[in-house]
């Protein structure tokens, strides 16, 4: 009797002792939760993430001035290709995420790819600095560049674009990752953590959108990109300093094999009646599911199909072993339906991501068309996006400590909103962002009428005016971007995380190739007979007010798709623990 109770102790205080979520720690053994994971490991990756976001914002914030301006490209073009660019850095994340989930795991993706990164930012400065590569100016805007500096510009940033992609999908969810989803304690803090995760890209967005920008319009490009560069160094090495702390996911192997696996199967049996009870269907009688990594999944009545899959014939047991091709566990069913229940939350996000770009691009063309002095001292346009990161600087502590907790006595909620509410109330935010927009050109262009100030380089009209658009932007970041960065690691299956990551950063990658695509579209609309169109080089002579009406009307109408959607989701529900 004695001896039952000894080892009923042992396995109590193992089980205290480890993670229940099948983590390990750098030496591969069962992670410790007293001395790995929690907010004792989140530093190491949150000043990471600062200081990559730092990096990357100070390269793109001002990116469409030194295309338009060092480059000599056309302001339209220029647009373009930041935005086709930006889009590369949204879509690279579905190759970083493919490996780590299959092959690499999180933290050796996040480190090779992270050199990939350092390598493009150096080339970038090197093309900006080097004699005989950077473009000769004989002012800031009468810029010649060479055929040689141009095309190893857009080298580097198409390899900074691979290095990202290994970044990316893996950072938010790693940071995750050190809070066991078995413990309900340590789950109340992944919320948390999303909100923080996000303020730290924001500090270093700060810094790039202030002094980087700066240093680029009155420095000199070298030290503008040079600075990212250093950056970029600094969060590889932060990022290393954490190895002994981080809780690791083991990668599950290929997730596409599996999906291929259930659709094959699925098919192969399509004229296989699914029983009523659905506890007929196959699953392993282990406690664990048979994909490492991964919990099991409880069954759902959404897309029944697939449920054939799961429907055990004589002829799965012929030749002894089963054939994943034939016969598949419910888990992994389950995990084909979770992705395609994301589909639609995911394609609502793309308009949000059109609005979102414009910071960086015809924001900062309508910014250069007005006053950028304040006391003699001139503000780059591209700075404005300030305004921008210091909107979700302020708004997340007040989510997080306000309105939360607030919201958390009427709903009953957890975390005050759902994920899918808080999305939605963005969704509604970026539209009056976009209003904004349009308001002030439309104010811009009557001082331009009626002082007939259409070749005036700068209107007396200041700058600051923008601040509300970007204000605005700032606060639906905050409940849009940062619920889906939430929505998409907890409704991902385990095993599927990096890859669900990197799915819901592509509508980043959409919405600027929208946005790329509207531009294209109104262009060649607008210019017909001989019209200066919509987005001229010079704006006086536009109606840019026309495009954000545009934007503003796709967002009304994305947002009553969004709720539609919102209110057909049913969320995952995951059985057991990994331990």
């Known amino acids: 009797m004695a001896e039952i109770v000894n080892t009923t102790t042992k396995v109590d205080t193992e089980e205290d002792t480890y993670t229940k979520d099948g983590t390990v720690d750098y030496k591969n053994n069962p992670a ?3 001395t790995t994971g929690t907010w004792k490991a989140c530093p190491f990756i949150l000043g990471n993430e600062c200081c990559e976001r730092l990096a990357y914002y100070g390269m793109s914030t001002n990116l469409v001035l030194y295309f338009k301006n060092n480059l000599h490209e056309h302001s339209a073009t220029a647009s373009r290709n930041v935005s086709n660019w930006q889009g590369t850095c949204y879509f690279t994340p579905l190759i970083g995420a493919f490996l780590a989930d299959a092959y690499l795991g999180r933290y050796w993706t996040i480190a090779m790819f992270s050199i990939i990164y350092v390598m493009g930012m150096t080339l970038l400065t090197i093309a900006a600095a080097v004699p005989g590569l950077k473009p000769t100016c004989v002012s800031k805007e009468d810029c010649h560049p060479t055929g040689t500096g141009v095309a190893v510009t857009f080298l580097a940033l198409y390899l900074v674009a691979l290095g990202t992609g290994g970044i990316k999908p893996c950072v938010s969810s790693y940071g995750a990752d050190q809070f066991d ?25 700060l810094i790039a959108a202030s002094l980087l920008v700066w240093i680029q319009d009155n420095v000199g490009w070298g030290w503008g990109f040079g600075i990212p560069a250093v950056a970029m160094a600094v969060a590889v090495v932060s990022f290393f300093s954490g190895t002994r702390l981080y809780r690791n996911q083991k990668p599950g192997g290929s997730p596409l094999t599996r999906i291929f696996q259930v659709v ?13 009870d659905k506890s007929l269907l196959y699953e392993t009688a282990d406690t664990k599911s048979t994909i490492e990594g991964s919990r099991k999944l ?6 029944s199909f697939l449920d054939k899959a799961a429907m055990e014939l004589q002829s799965d047991h012929a030749k002894g072993s089963i054939n994943p091709w034939r016969l598949c566990t419910v888990t992994q069913v389950e995990e084909l339906k979770s992705i395609i229940k994301l589909l639609p ?10 609005v979102y770009s414009q910071m960086s691009s015809l924001f900062v063309l309508q910014g250069a068309t007005m006053d950028v002095t304040i006391n003699k001292f001139e503000i780059p346009p591209a700075s404005l996006s300030i305004f921008d990161t210091l909107s979700v600087i302020f708004w997340v502590p007040v989510y997080d400590r306000a309105i939360v907790p607030l919201a958390r006595k009427y709903t009953g909620h957890k975390s005050g909103l759902t994920q899918l509410q808080r999305m939605g109330v963005g969704l509604v935010i970026s539209i009056f962002a976009m209003l904004s927009a349009g308001i002030l050109e439309v104010v811009r262009l009557g001082i331009v009428k009626r002082n007939n100030y259409y070749d005036v380089k700068h209107i007396p009209m200041s700058v600051l005016w923008q601040v509300p658009q970007y204000f605005l932007i700032g606060c639906a970041e905050v409940f849009t971007f940062i619920g889906q ?13 990096s890859l669900c990551s990197a799915v819901s950063l592509t509508t980043n990658a959409f919405g600027n190739y929208l946005s790329s695509l509207l531009v294209t579209i109104v262009t060649a609309t607008s210019t017909k007979g001989g019209k200066p169109g919509w987005i001229p080089d010079n704006l006086n002579r536009g109606q840019l007010q026309n495009f954000f009406w545009l934007l503003s009307a796709l967002s009304v109408v994305n947002f009553g798709v969004y709720l539609v959607v919102a209110k057909w989701y049913t969320y995952k529900r995951a059985v057991g623990t990994l331990r």
């Open 345 to 354: 939350i995911w394609a609502t996000g793309i308009i949000f991501s059109a």
């Open 181 to 205: 989803d078995a413990d309900e304690e340590e789950k109340k803090h992944k919320s948390s953590f999303f909100n923080w995760f996000y303020f730290s890209i924001n500090i270093g967005a």
């Open 264 to 276: 094959v199967a699925s098919w192969r049996k399509r004229r296989v009646r699914v029983p009523d």
């Open 32 to 34: 410790n939760r007293n």
């Open 485 to 497: 960065l939430e929505f998409f690691y907890d409704q991902a299956p385990d095993s599927m995380r």
């Open 298 to 303: 409880d069954h759902t009545k959404d897309f």
